[in-house]
């Protein structure tokens, strides 16, 4: 392990106790703090800003690395343009072969409507299609697709949960008629896509990720990663809360920690998202008044499920956006602990809450693990989507923050792109990258710039219960730092998108390097 001074920086330690002006890393550790050790070599950082590493309150490591090799339709704004990139596609594939796609969004495209089932039917009769649409909440398909499921449309849309359109765009739990069919991801694939997901994290000045939905084939292939010195980042990992049997052998096993790995939640999904509507809301949608949106695990499921993790000690982090979805993980996560506990169980985006909902994230200590990026994606629809009366219920960081509340921050990528970058910015000026709407969007939600990077680097720390470690530029921390061209902090907001990542380190080693 290497050991070294980092001295000439413009260190943001997130700790306030003391000036920095170099710190010494030894071991993977921050061992001294403006103490140089003549023994060391220094590395003279001619005044870059060094912040404790960005860390990724809610990733995905296998999709996003996944998601590279696979048919990318994000911001393609018509059907025609999509049909042209499936036809190249399909040119390169043998009959009865899937074709697999992800990053649709039909609110890019001129009508804003979602596709017919001829589009695909027409263009791809002897390979089976499957779109995953831009929020990861439903699915494109075609007939040949539904008809290796061996199931009939009515039969998919009366599965709990589900929702076809069209014959052909299968909601939320409709999605899962289809996981049997498709092609099987196996343990060196899945090692192969992790690998390239950490590189480009590395790169985005990202030391740590809580993998937000791990099943046992991602957690065997982190831990031989780990073993091959292959696994750059720091990884909190989410039990699937579909796998029963991964779920008894750890809560039986109990936590996991080996440094660059720790299990210790459980992800649980209650709703969809409002992009494809099947976020859960108290009210019908503006834009289709007959639809709240779907519930996809019932009470008493849910409430086994959290007994179980409160009895074996694991933080529960359950997908919510919705404010009906929301009510209905807090009512449960209420029954299952006390207040004022420290359990830290999370609600995974809580994107629309209502003020009723807002005391009880501070009574029962429950955390918002947000993604600002949620916001400025979703502003341009969103109130077609709810109406004007409800726009104050979205992405409510200062009202959790006004009450004390510590916000984790994240991006969900590869549903966004991960940049820690993109999401300071979106949470300081709810703006898109051209700066509008002029002033913010819902501007009384936007945070402080300190508030901000706390979110990626103290608080998400927080989430994971490493507080005691990571998060802060302190002796004893471990050394995962991050190297920019600029302080986020005294930056004016037009330049924190030019802000460049020069290193990142983990554990002390330059996993990044452009000094």
Not at 88 to 110: E, T
Not at 454 to 466: I, Q, R, V
Not at 489 to 512: H, P, Q, R
């Amino acid at each position: 392990m290497k050991s070294y001074n980092l001295i000439n920086g413009n260190f943001v330690s997130m700790d306030h106790s003391r000036h920095i002006e170099s710190i010494t890393i030894s071991n993977g550790k921050i061992e001294n703090i403006n103490s140089i050790n003549q023994q060391y070599k220094s590395i003279d950082l001619s005044g870059l800003t060094i912040i404790p590493g960005f860390i990724d309150a809610h990733f995905h490591l296998k999709n996003f690395g996944k998601r590279l090799e696979m048919l990318n339709l994000k911001q393609i704004n018509s059907t025609e343009k999509i049909q042209q990139l499936i036809k190249n596609k399909l040119a390169k594939l043998k009959p009865n072969d899937w074709l697999i796609g992800f990053g649709w969004d039909q609110n890019l495209w001129n009508n804003k409507q979602y596709p017919t089932k001829n589009i695909l039917d027409k263009i791809a009769p002897n390979n089976p299609i499957y779109l995953t649409r831009i929020d990861g909440h439903s699915a494109w398909v075609n007939n040949i697709a539904i008809q290796k499921t061996g199931l009939t449309i009515n039969q998919i849309n009366n599965v709990d949960g589900s929702r076809v359109i069209n014959d052909c765009i299968m909601v939320d739990n409709a999605m899962n008629c289809f996981k049997n069919y498709l092609p099987t991801d196996t343990k060196e694939q899945v090692k192969s896509w992790i690998k390239t997901a950490i590189k480009e994290a590395n790169k985005m000045g990202i030391t740590g990720v809580h993998d937000a939905w791990q099943d046992a084939t991602t957690v065997e292939a982190i831990k031989e990663l780990i073993q091959e010195n292959k696994f750059s980042i720091r990884c909190y990992g989410m039990l699937g809360s579909n796998d029963n049997n991964l779920l008894e052998h750890y809560f039986s096993k109990g936590h996991y920690e080996n440094g660059h790995y720790t299990i210790r939640s459980v992800k649980a999904f209650v709703d969809g998202a409002l992009g494809s509507r099947g976020a859960a809301l108290h009210e019908p949608y503006c834009d289709d008044h007959h639809n709240c949106g779907l519930i996809l695990i019932s009470k008493q499921e849910f409430n086994n499920l959290a007994q179980n993790c409160f009895k074996n000690n694991f933080q529960l982090n359950t997908h919510a956006i919705g404010d009906r979805g929301n009510s209905y993980v807090l009512d449960c996560y209420a029954k299952a602990v006390k207040k004022n506990n420290n359990r830290r169980w999370r609600i995974e985006h809580a994107q629309m809450v209502s003020d009723s909902d807002l005391s009880m994230f501070k009574n029962y200590n429950i955390l918002p693990s947000m993604q600002p990026s949620h916001c400025t994606s979703d502003m341009p629809w969103l109130k077609e989507r709810i109406g004007t009366d409800r726009l104050p219920l979205i992405s409510r960081w200062q009202s959790f923050i006004d009450l004390g509340l510590k916000i984790p921050g994240g991006s969900d990528c590869p549903i966004e792109t991960g940049n820690p970058l993109f999401e300071f910015y979106a949470a300081v000026t709810r703006q898109n990258h051209q700066g509008l709407p002029k002033g913010g969007w819902q501007p009384q939600e936007k945070i402080s710039k300190n508030n901000a990077l706390k979110m990626f680097t103290t608080w998400a720390a927080y989430g994971g219960f490493d507080e005691n470690r990571r998060g802060k530029i302190k002796v004893g921390f471990d050394a995962d730092l991050t190297i920019l061209s600029k302080n986020l902090l005294t930056s004016d907001n037009s330049e924190i998108l030019n802000t460049k990542i020069i290193s990142t380190i983990v554990n002390g080693e330059f996993v990044y390097d452009k000094l």
